[in-house]
């Protein structure tokens, strides 16, 4: 059982180049997450999904996008990367019950130059 | 969702019981809390949730008060294993959970 699955784990890129982060999981799961996590700060939430086909924003959406195309996938998408994205990015899913925790995956670390 | 206040750190000598605190006044009648931690750079992991009652499992305790404004997370063994920054969180829904700054725990040999 892999659980949330993140990838790449490291990633450089240039000002102004853009990248898809991969997130999967095969847990069966409705809900999916992807967070962002500064130095020395908290998580914050960036797009989330409930279900395959509906995504909605979080707390910083601005610079991203994501799709939900299957129960298992939920890519995120930086298009016109900026240095204030370098960051560390978590995705995560859960069923989406009140009493349920979250799952997450290993994170990716990003470094806009 | 209520917001919470915890210390920003703690030490705790290995093998004694580790005590988190977290205040959460504001909570509301259908908030879960949950703790999580995460150690140094790694994905935060789930620790325990609990609504009213006192729970525990296998990794901690988690003992709310009557009220419901504070809780205490309990790691009743702390190892070095168990450094690491530990999140309370209170949530309804499931779209959601705030991450403040919480407690880093320090173990000591």
């Known amino acids: 059982n892999a659980g949330v699955t993140q990838t790449p784990k490291f990633r450089i890129l240039k000002i102004g180049q853009s990248m898809t982060l991969q997130c999967a999981q095969d847990?069966?799961?409705?809900?999916m997450y992807w967070y962002r996590q500064d130095p020395g700060m908290g998580l914050k939430l960036i797009y989330y999904s409930v279900g395959a086909g509906i995504t909605d924003k979080g707390e910083v959406p601005n610079g991203y996008n994501v799709s939900r195309s299957t129960t298992e996938d939920f890519p995120l998408r930086l298009e016109l990367a900026a240095p204030s994205q370098t960051s560390v990015y978590f995705c995560?899913?859960?069923?989406?019950?009140?009493?349920?925790?979250?799952?997450f995956g290993s994170g990716t670390r990003l470094t806009v130059v | 969702d209520a917001k919470t206040t915890q210390p920003p750190s703690m030490d705790c000598a290995e093998g004694r019981a580790a005590n988190l605190p977290c205040n959460h006044s504001t909570i509301s009648g259908n908030e879960y809390v949950y703790w999580y931690r995460q150690i140094h750079s790694q994905g935060p992991q789930y620790i325990i949730h609990?609504?009213?009652n006192n729970e525990t499992n296998e990794m901690a305790s988690l003992i709310i008060t009557e009220d419901r404004k504070s809780s205490t997370l309990i790691l009743p063994h702390a190892t070095l294993r168990d450094t690491a920054v530990y999140y309370c969180i209170v949530r309804t829904g499931a779209n959601n959970l705030f991450f403040g700054t919480g407690t880093r725990l320090t173990v000591i040999p």
């Open positions: 609990g609504l009213k």
């Open positions: 847990m069966n799961h409705n809900y």
């Open positions: 995560a899913s859960s069923y989406g019950r009140t009493g349920d925790g979250y799952t």
